[in-house]
T-cell receptor
């Protein structure tokens, strides 16, 4: 129940296209869902996050869509650019008093010029 | 500049030789955490700390120790490293308990022979 399942494992998109990465979870005690972006040789960086009382959050070209009933959330990257090529991780945190974060397995995105 | 620093960045050691990876943050964050990143498994939380002298286990704590004697520092200790602890390690600090504004360090690549 503590897992977050992420797909696809890798994704190739043409410049200007839409990149979509999906995550699913089982534990309804998760209450915060961040996405991280990681470039080679760097630590992950927080990209965008959403709480379950909101169905969508948009920041620039990045949008999180959240489906509470299906226990799924996804990251959409509009007008994908070669500079977006990175590994993306979804994550979830518990609504208890801990500081536990559960990460998905990651998606390696390549945006072709 | 807000940052999380880790040292060393690269380390090769032998089975059983105790080692410490240091982590320091300059943002006065209460929350700090250690993760390991392995291919296909994403990031897994090893230990976390919610304040000085307050630490707790994450998902994969076996073989690791931590301490939080000062707010800015959160060292990771491997008392008797084994080859299955060969991994990429990240320290992170966060303003919020849910990982809001979570910053990651640059990573420490550890090889245990």
């Amino acid at each position: 129940q503590q897992q977050v399942k992420q797909s696809p494992q890798s994704l190739i998109v043409q410049k200007g296209g839409i990149s979509i990465i999906n995550c699913a979870y089982e534990n309804t005690a998760f209450d915060y869902f961040p996405w991280y972006q990681q470039f080679p040789g760097k630590g992950p960086a927080l990209l965008i996050a959403i709480r379950p009382d909101v169905s969508e959050k948009k920041e620039g070209r990045f949008t999180i869509s959240f489906n509470k009933s299906a226990k799924q959330f996804s990251l959409h990257i509009m007008d994908s650019q070669p500079g977006d090529s990175a590994t993306y991780f979804c994550a979830a945190t518990l609504m208890d008093s801990s500081y536990k974060l559960i990460f998905g397995s990651g998606t390696r995105l390549l945006v072709r010029p | 500049e807000a940052q999380v620093t880790q040292n060393p960045r690269y380390l090769i050691t032998v089975t059983g030789k105790k080692l410490t990876v240091t982590c320091s943050q300059n943002m006065n964050h209460e929350y700090m955490s250690w993760y390991r990143q392995d291919p296909g498994l994403g990031l897994r939380q090893i230990y976390y700390s919610m304040n000085v002298e307050v630490t707790d286990k994450g998902d994969v704590p076996e073989g690791y120790k931590v301490s939080r004697k000062e707010k800015r520092n959160f060292p990771l200790i491997l008392e008797s490293p084994s080859p299955n602890q060969t991994s990429l390690y990240f320290c992170a600090s966060s303003l919020g308990q849910r990982g809001e504004t979570q910053y990651f360090g640059p990573g420490t690549r550890l090889l245990v022979l």
